[in-house]
C-alpha cells in the first residue's frame, strides 16, 4: 500500500517552515552566516556533519553545484554545526506553533515518531543523518524532527528515481518548470546559468518531453507522472506494516495543520519545492 500523496504533501508543508520564514535569512546572520542560501545549503545538510560541495550537490541534486559552493565549506567557517542545526530548529518550533495551537502534539509527535521507527533507511542518507540526530525533548520540536526524517525519506526516493529516469539536476527543474509544479525563476533559484538552462531544456526536447518552446508534451507529462507514481512505489517499499499504519493513522492530523500553515502564508504556493498543497 502506498502513501496518499495529502501525507507525502502534509509533511513536506511541516518540515517547509524553516525556508520560508519572515526573519530566516536574518536568524542564520545572528550565527555568522552569509545570505539565504548559505543558511539554507548548511542548515540542511548539517545533519551530515560538515559535508564537503560535491557531497552536498550529490545529495540535494537539483542544485547547481556552483551555489553550493558558494555556501560551502565557508559556512562551517563561519558558524559551528550546532549553532546551525540549533537556529533551524528553533525557527522550526517558533513557526509552527501557530498552526498546533489546539491540535493533540504529543499524539501527533508519537505517531510520527512510530513512522520513523520503521522506515528501511538503506540508500536514504539524508533521512538516514537527520534521524539520527537527537530528538527534542518538546512535542513541537519533534513534530518538525519526525517530519523533516520522513520528507528527506521521500526527497531520497525521489532522487533516485530521477537519476534512474536519467535526469541530471538541471533537466529535472526544466521538466518541473514545464510542468508548471514551481515557479518560472526556478533556473535563477536553483543556481543554473542560461546556458546550463538550455542545454537541459534541450535534452529534455530531445526525448520529446517538451517542445521547441520548453512546453511540456503529452508524452512529458506522461513521463512526469509516472515519475511521481514511481516515488510512490519506491517510497512505500521502505515502509514496514506498522509505519504503513501509522502514517495512515495520523493523515488526517497533519493534513489539518498543513491546511493552517498555509491558509497563514507560512508555506507559499507555489514554492521551489515542486510540491503542491495538501
Known amino acids: 500500500m502506498t502513501q496518499s500523496r495529502s501525507f507525502w504533501r502534509a509533511v513536506e508543508a511541516i518540515h517547509d517552515v524553516v525556508y520560508f520564514a519572515a526573519d530566516v535569512s536574518e536568524r542564520y546572520g545572528a550565527i555568522g552566516l552569509k545570505g539565504y542560501w548559505m543558511g539554507y545549503t548548511a542548515s540542511r545538510s548539517a545533519a551530515l556533519g560538515t559535508p564537503s560541495p560535491t557531497l552536498v550537490t550529490a545529495l540535494f541534486h537539483g542544485f547547481a553545484p556552483a551555489i553550493v559552493e558558494r555556501a560551502l565549506p565557508d559556512a562551517w567557517r563561519l558558524a559551528s554545526r550546532d549553532d546551525v542545526l540549533a537556529t533551524r530548529l528553533e525557527l522550526a518550533r517558533e513557526t509552527l506553533a501557530p498552526a498546533l495551537e489546539g491540535a493533540d502534539t504529543a499524539r501527533i509527535a508519537r505517531e510520527l515518531g512510530r513512522v520513523t521507527d520503521g522506515l528501511d533507511y538503506a540508500g536514504k ?154
Do not use: K
Not at 228 to 235: G, S, Y
Open 125 to 278: 542518507p539524508l533521512a538516514a543523518a537527520h534521524r539520527d540526530l537527537p530528538v527534542p525533548d518538546d512535542d513541537i520540536g519533534r513534530i518538525w524532527h519526525f517530519a523533516t526524517v520522513v520528507r528527506e525519506y521521500r526527497g531520497d526516493c525521489h532522487v533516485a528515481v530521477l537519476t534512474a529516469a536519467g535526469l541530471d539536476g538541471a533537466a529535472a527543474n526544466a521538466l518541473s518548470v514545464a510542468a508548471g509544479l514551481v515557479p518560472p525563476e526556478q533556473r535563477t533559484v536553483r543556481g543554473w546559468t542560461e546556458d546550463e538552462w538550455s542545454a537541459a531544456v534541450g535534452r529534455l526536447g530531445t526525448r520529446g518531453w517538451v517542445d521547441p518552446a520548453g512546453a511540456l508534451t503529452d508524452t512529458g507529462r506522461s513521463a512526469r507522472a509516472q515519475i511521481e507514481d514511481t516515488t510512490d512505489r519506491v517510497c512505500a517499499a521502505g515502509f514496514d506494516q506498522e509505519s504503513t499504519g501509522r502514517a495512515i493513522t495520523i493523515e488526517d492530523a497533519i493534513v489539518a495543520v498543513a491546511h493552517r500553515i498555509g491558509a497563514a502564508g507560512a508555506v507559499p504556493y507555489p514554492n521551489p519545492t515542486g510540491v503542491p498543497a495538501p
